[in-house]
């Protein structure tokens, strides 16, 4: 009874004893799987802290373009607000201009309706005041409307004088050869034909003059005009 007691406790122990050494083994492997795990884990961190780095500097980098950006943005903003504001201006500017040439374009109009007519009246009065230059304006306005009537062959004549009375005896001369054109059987010829020659005579022109004064000599020899005439060829050298 004894001995199968002694064997029992000895069996007991065998088992325990490898029931202890078959939990040691399953728990060593489990350490270790864990300590492997334990490593991933601490990788996978480490991985993760990488890439949250990573994410961060893109982010500061992004911000950073974003600011860039929107600079850009604000000065393309007030680049066109200065564009507009100075279109605007241009487009005011033009319109003034326009409205001031449509209200110089009226007063004009106006102008020329309440201006008096042109007449041999008015511009012989303005002659006889000594306004040339006035009367100048008059008598061309009335030569160009009434050529052919008795008051633009008047005009005509007193177009010569207006310009000889200011010194410019190439027109006179002009405006009297014009005269003795356009009238040739008129009573005031002789006298145009004088002051043609005259005209020419100021101008310093002596041979052209003489050829003229020869002319009224020879064409009117009982004009007045060619009595004249004869003095002023023996003044001339």
Excluded: H
Excluded at 58 to 78: C, D, F, P, S, T
Excluded at 122 to 141: M, N, Q, T
Aim: proline share 2%.
């Amino acid at each position: 009874m004894k001995n199968f007691k002694n064997c029992l406790l000895l069996s007991l122990w065998v088992i325990l004893g490898t029931l202890t050494s078959c939990r040691t083994k399953s728990e060593i492997r489990r350490e270790q799987e864990f300590e492997r795990l334990k490593q991933e884990v601490t990788q996978t961190r480490g991985d993760r802290a990488d890439v949250d780095s990573t994410v961060d500097e893109l982010k500061v980098e992004m911000a950073k373009l974003g600011n860039v950006i929107e600079e850009e943005a604000q000065g393309r903003r007030k680049e066109s607000e200065e564009i507009r504001k100075e279109w605007t201006a241009l487009t005011a500017r033009v319109q003034a201009l326009e409205q001031r040439a449509v209200a110089e374009e009226l007063n004009q109009k106006q102008l020329i309706q309440e201006k008096p007519k042109a007449s041999l009246e008015s511009g012989r009065g303005l002659f006889d005041d000594g306004k040339y230059e006035d009367a100048i304006e008059v008598l061309r306005s009335v030569v160009e409307s009434q050529s052919k009537s008795e008051e633009g062959k008047k005009a005509q004549f007193l177009l010569g004088e207006s310009y000889f009375a200011t010194k410019d005896y190439r027109l006179a001369g002009v405006e009297f050869s014009k005269f003795q054109k356009n009238f040739p059987k008129d009573a005031l010829v002789p006298n145009a034909i004088y002051r043609l020659a005259a005209s020419f005579k100021e101008m310093g022109k002596g041979k052209e003059a003489k050829l003229f004064y020869q002319d009224l000599i020879e064409r009117y020899p009982s004009s007045p005009f060619a009595s004249k005439a004869k003095v002023d060829m023996k003044r001339l050298k």
